[in-house]
């Protein structure tokens, strides 16, 4: 498997609901970051779901390093 692209050095902060799913990019190359827009056709990466398990704000990885994934974790600040 391929590295994945940096879609940028810090987290994505964003207000989820609660019980609605996301699907986070995995490979970085959506323009819909921190989402996934189906650019990953063709690589070895997939998209990872998450559900919301409650209404707040949370911190989506922006550089898709994190070993949280996919919540940031800080690992950003390793690279």
Known sequence: MSDPVMAQKGPYSLDVEAGTTYWWCS??????QPFCDGSHKGTDFTPMEWTAPRTRKVHFCGCKQALNKPMCDGTHGKI
């Not at 490979?27 to 819909?32: E, L, N, T």
Request: glycine share 16%.
């Open 27 to 32: 490979c970085g190359r959506s323009a819909s």
